[in-house]
């Protein structure tokens, strides 16, 4: 069996070349604050990899995805191993538009933050009197540009995209941040509409999208995973205030009130985050997760 090596590795993903395809595996491990913590947890890589299987089975009437399959014995035999299956996912290779598109539905986090100092969120005027975690009139597309690990992305408008997009292909940045727009505020109606009937509110998420081979816009990365996105259980929902959430929250909060953690996590808030990940999948899904 040919040893293969990680091309790229990010805080929680390691990426393959398979030739005229990539193998993207997200691994065990968490970040929180842009710090990849000590502790590993178990079946995280499994429920990302599973849940962005389901989101991009649900909107390809939207836009093409980048995945082939998900299934290792379809990948080179060094994925055949259990520390795979289930975690990997061979893709289409893409070239990579340089932006984060994220879509805010609802007002929490640093919007909240901003909105107060301001009635802004990256520069977007905003009703007045919204109380924390308010649904927004209508979701609100916040670009921002990709910083390198170790960096903060930077926020940006939607102006400056098209001036960031233009940087890159001359003559096409209008069209791309245009078509970026509305394809990410299209993707989030659908699926925060999906998941709000499965008892899960999606406050904001992030999407990002590259070209195939013929120039044509299609959905890379994660999508829609307790990593990249807000979810909030519907039915305790209630603003004024910030929400229980299904994703890294529980480690975040911890990390905050325990400053000297040294990046480690109690097992029992290791524990928490992953029921919050495997019960957010099988409300979305449907199922447990295999």
């Known amino acids: 069996m040919q040893e293969m090596k990680p091309i ?9 070349d398979n030739g005229d395809s990539l193998i993207m595996v997200a691994t065990d491990r968490i970040s929180c604050f842009d710090v990849i913590l000590n502790n590993e ?23 093409p995805n980048h995945m082939i399959s998900t299934d290792v014995n379809d990948m080179p035999e060094f994925f055949r191993q259990e520390k795979y299956d289930g975690k990997s996912m061979m893709c289409k290779k893409l070239e990579m538009l340089p932006l984060e598109c994220i879509v805010r539905g609802y007002i929490t986090g640093s919007g909240w933050a901003s ?3 301001n009635g802004k969120v990256c520069g977007i005027s905003l009703p007045e009197g919204l109380k924390e975690s308010d649904k927004l009139p209508e979701p609100i597309y916040t670009p921002s540009t990709k910083a390198e690990i ?4 930077e926020n940006i408008s939607f102006e400056q995209s098209i001036d960031h997009l233009e940087k890159y ?6 069209e791309y941040a ?9 993707l989030y109606k659908k699926c925060a509409e999906y998941a709000l009937k499965k008892g899960i509110i999606i406050a904001d998420t992030k999407f990002e999208f590259g070209l195939d081979e013929n120039g044509n816009i299609t959905i890379g990365d994660e999508m829609l995973t307790p990593d990249s996105s807000r979810f909030w259980p519907a039915d305790v929902y209630e603003p004024g205030h910030g929400q229980p959430s299904f994703d890294k929250q529980f480690a975040r909060d911890w990390l905050k009130a325990n400053p000297d953690n040294n990046w480690t996590l109690p097992q029992e808030i290791v524990d928490k985050t992953i029921q919050k990940y495997l019960q957010s999948y099988k409300m979305l899904t449907g199922k447990e997760l295999d």
Do not use: C
């Open 8 to 16: 790229k590795e990010g805080k929680v993903r390691e990426i393959y």
């Open 41 to 63: 947890v178990t079946n995280k890589g499994k429920v990302l990899t599973q849940m962005s299987k389901f989101w991009f089975d649900l909107t390809k009437d939207i836009l």
């Open 115 to 117: 909105y107060k100092e």
């Open 150 to 153: 170790g960096d903060h992305d």
């Open 169 to 174: 292909y001359p003559g096409k940045g209008k």
């Open 178 to 186: 245009e078509k970026l727009r509305d394809l990410t505020i299209a």
